[in-house]
């Protein structure tokens, strides 16, 4: 018994009933359920920070969030901008950046926005204020400034920002229509937006990546169907490029190494990753002890670094936090 094998038989004994991906669809919607809760946040005008894992897809998701909340009741107006282009950057060039977003959430059109002009930490955090307030103004429009890449931001600029979204909400403490999301890969204390709610990206359910599979590659035999969907963990990245490998192929592949090949170039992303997060002997050491599959009582320290690779996610078993490698497609790329 190979080493994929023994992995989903560990899986097998840890579920009951076999697999089917119409089956119980809405319960094992993991990412779906997430749009629920962050939908029904921005809805309400409250702001949010989305945790988004590595390979979890967030502008995807972002767009998708933006068009349910623009066709929904309330509709919400959002623009999606991505923080990655301010990586490596200075405070100037977040000042101009985050300013001209904000600009446009007061604008039927964006490219007539105009943003004021700013030369200190005071001015960016008053000039976004008053950019928020100004949104806010608009009559009976509902707007959200969906970014994801937050972690790009220099650390001053998130202060600043949170410190401006707090101010707002002091001038505007009821009947808001304006909010914010942040998206960032890592959980870190400085990004923060009052008391907004922090939520993690959920990858996807066997079952939405079952069907994410098979709309890809069309149908296939429920035991080379499940073996597919549960080697990908359900990450977005994964599920993708296993479908798109798999589509050039004309089937799934039935082993994993064939998975592996199918993947391409992420298989290479993947093992960068692990290579620059394993180069600690320590967490070296520590990620040798999930390739079996099995989840392991979580070390914060160490187990920090692997979750913010995007290698490691956390569980819950009998009420107890563990840890568990975040995809099989993870181990059979290293080994």
Known sequence: MNRLERRLRILRDKRMGSFDPEQHYLETALRGRTARRVRTNLRRMEPVILLTPRWSQAQA??????????????PVGCRTVSFRPLRGKGETDAWVYCLAVLAQ????RWTEARAPLVVSRLGFRTAAVELLLRAQQRPGARVALLGHGAEH??????LDLSTAWQEFTQ???????????????????????GDARRVMLDDLGEAEAAANLVARVGLASPMRLETAARFTGGVPDIVDRLGTG???LGQLPSSASGMVRALGPLADEIRSAVNIASSDPVVAERLD?????????????VDRTLVMAGILRRTTEQGQARMILRAPAIGDVIT
């Not at 931001?153 to 998130?158: D, V």
Request: no cysteine.
């Open 61 to 74: 998701f972002l767009e998708d969030l933006a068009m349910d909340l623009a066709v929904g009741t309330p």
């Open 153 to 158: 931001l220099p650390f001053e600029t998130l």
């Open 246 to 248: 798999a589509r050039s």
């Open 289 to 301: 002890l999930f390739l079996e599959g099995e989840a392991l009582p979580e070390e914060p320290v």
């Open 171 to 193: 001038r505007q403490p009821q009947e808001r229509r304006t909010t914010l999301l942040l998206a960032a890969t890592v959980d870190a204390p400085h990004i923060q937006l």
């Open 105 to 108: 959430l007061s604008e039927d």
